[in-house]
């Protein structure tokens, strides 16, 4: 398979990008250092870039810059509640499980509470969690008990803790950022990142933790998944995420974001697992 040449962010945007992390950062460790988190919890919380990150991304299309800064921080807040909650589904980081429960719950509440306060009609916030989070719930334990076994069951396991996970922090952001029109276009976004995201933890974690069962990784390098069909995916995706951000000029900036995080997956990643 032919490398693919890496991508990069405009130095503009990566600016800006890590200005919204830090300030997530900073909010999200100042939390669980005030709440009772222990410095590891804290210096955990501190080193999920990714997470800290996409917020930036998701909140794209809010075009003023403190609600979306507002809006970001809010996200960011639940994004790293879930992360601690699945955290302690796993129990492979060595942090306190109680602390672990106890930071997820209250930081979860606190990002309820800040974005129903963000947007206009507060029930469309309790109504789009509890629609995803049905699908993210019962596909985690779908996922746990069924695991895939090829291309299409990894998709169905994916589409619910990747896709609608995402999906449901994009469908958000726009809505608690004054942006009701582009409710579709952010979850579309978010949904198909989110699922690149996905594939890339999938080849990265057959190395880092280890896994095998129902792991992509695991599935090329068994030949159950063949290589070209999960480039074709990343196309797919690559095309889905490139057609909602173009959708609204105010999330132009987006684009190249899509470049360098597919190309990754493929220049970096896919390679490793396709020429065993």
């Known amino acids: 398979m032919n490398a693919v040449a890496p991508a990069r962010l405009p130095d503009d945007y990566t600016a800006a990008m890590l200005v919204t992390e830090s300030a997530n950062r900073d909010r999200a460790t100042g939390f669980v250092a005030g709440n009772g988190g222990s410095p590891g919890l804290v210096a955990h919380v501190a080193a999920l870039r990714l997470y800290l990150r996409v917020p930036h991304f998701l909140t794209e299309w809010i075009t003023d810059p403190q609600r979306r800064a507002e809006v970001a921080r809010a996200l960011t807040l639940d994004i790293v509640a879930m992360k601690l909650l ?22 979860h509440l606190t990002a309820v509470h800040e974005l129903c306060g963000l947007a206009q009609d507060a029930q469309t916030v309790i109504d789009v969690l509890e629609h995803d989070f049905t699908t993210v719930c019962t596909g985690q334990i779908r996922t746990k008990s069924r695991r895939a076994e090829d291309l299409d069951t990894w998709c169905a396991n994916a589409s619910t803790y990747g896709a609608t996970f995402l999906g449901c922090y994009g469908a958000l952001a726009a809505i ?9 276009p952010a979850r579309l976004f978010a949904e198909a990142f989110g699922t690149i995201i996905t594939i890339a933890d999938d080849l990265t974690d057959y190395d880092r933790n280890g896994e095998r069962a129902g792991n992509l990784g ?29 959708e609204q000029p105010a999330s132009a900036g987006l684009v190249p974001v899509v470049g360098v995080y597919t190309d990754d997956v493929l220049g970096r990643l896919l390679p490793v697992h396709a020429a065993h």
């Open 176 to 184: 608690c950022g004054g942006a009701a029109q582009s409710v579709g």
């Open 218 to 246: 695991h599935l090329m390098r068994t030949g159950a998944v063949p290589a070209g069909d999960v480039k074709a995916l990343l196309e797919r995706l690559r095309a889905q995420a490139l057609s909602a951000v173009r």
């Open 86 to 107: 699945d955290d302690l589904m796993d129990d492979d980081t060595g942090l306190d499980r109680i602390e672990l429960a106890c930071l997820s719950l209250h930081l």
